[in-house]
């Protein structure tokens, strides 16, 4: 559940602050860093697994993502409200990104 919840506030963000002109390279990036991060993370919990035994593998990391969760959370919030606004309105006085 948590996934899709969070597969759907990417997207929105994506779509309403991303100019259109790399909204697709935007969301390539997205994706492939998830899916890379996803494949790390499995070996990384194997060997955890492995070493520490599966309580306490499940409680550190468990523990890491509540503190991490927190303090991206902290860090982010000041700088979600200085991201300038693209929604529709707002497009037209937002030059494109030339490519290369």
């Known amino acids: 559940m948590a996934g899709g919840l969070l597969n759907a506030a990417a997207g929105a963000l994506l779509m ?5 002109a790399v909204r697709g390279r935007v969301l390539a990036a997205l994706t492939g860093s998830g899916r890379a991060f ?14 520490l035994g599966a309580r306490t593998t ?7 993502s509540v503190l991490a969760a927190v303090v991206l959370a ?7 409200r200085r991201v300038p606004d693209v929604s529709p309105a707002a497009k037209d006085s937002v030059q494109a990104v ?3």
């Open 74 to 80: 902290a860090a982010l919030r000041s700088r979600l």
């Open 38 to 51: 996803s494949i790390v993370a499995l070996v990384l919990g194997g060997l955890a697994g492995s070493a």
């Open 16 to 20: 309403t602050r991303t100019v259109d």
């Open 98 to 100: 030339p490519t290369h």
């Open 58 to 64: 499940f409680v550190v990391t468990g523990g890491s």
